[in-house]
């Protein structure tokens, strides 16, 4: 894979591991010579996870909203930083730019951001993996969500394990470097008796 985009928390968390994690995850792609791409900031795991990347020569591009950049939050150390007008570009943008998705934890805007690239992938509109960082079981309740969905006919088990998962970095960049998407329609029908 030669980029990553992580989403991520532009805060830090409750837990110190949150942070830790994210400048690790930055630093392993970094050594791996894997470019990080993210969304531009300074603050919280997203600050984290560039400086991780950063600390060792890593290339990192930020892709970052003009609205966002005037509240002084764009990290002014990266390999790159794009401006653009809207979210929706941003994460247009970070998807072009990347060969991979992971999801380190993260609040109401991480979850869009999964959830769009993992629509778009079982919609058959990328075949890119897509990994969540399960940090601190930060993602267990989200996993037993989509468990549900699953059980109660709104998603099929094969989409459900696109969903790429593991509490550690080197065992996740290895799943996600080994993945083959799914060949199956989205749709789901009622079975017939």
């Known amino acids: 894979m030669k980029r990553i985009t992580v989403f991520c928390g532009s805060s830090f968390g409750t837990e110190k591991v949150f942070e830790e994690q994210a400048f690790l995850l930055g630093q392993y792609l970094a050594k791996k010579g894997i470019g990080l791409v993210y969304g531009g900031a300074k603050v ?10 950063l600390s060792v020569g890593g ?3 930020g892709v970052l909203p003009n609205f966002l950049k005037s509240k002084e939050i764009a990290h002014a150390e990266l390999s790159e930083l794009i401006l653009v007008e809207t979210m929706h570009e941003r994460k247009m943008k970070m998807h072009e730019l990347s060969s991979g998705i992971i999801a380190l934890p993260g609040g109401f805007g991480t979850l869009e951001e999964l959830f769009e690239m993992t629509t778009w992938a079982q919609l058959g509109l ?22 549900n ?11 459900h394990k696109m969903l790429l998962v593991s509490a550690e970095i080197e065992d996740l960049i290895h799943q996600m470097e080994h993945y083959k998407a799914p060949e199956v329609p989205k749709w789901i029908t009622r079975e017939k008796t």
């Open 126 to 147: 990328h075949q890119k993996p897509i990994g969540l960082l399960n940090v601190s079981g930060f993602y267990d309740p989200l996993l037993e969500m989509t468990q």
């Open 59 to 61: 290339e990192v591009t």
């Open 149 to 159: 969905m699953v059980a109660k006919g709104f998603l099929k088990d094969v989409n």
């Open 44 to 53: 919280g795991l997203m600050g984290a996870v560039a400086d991780g990347a």
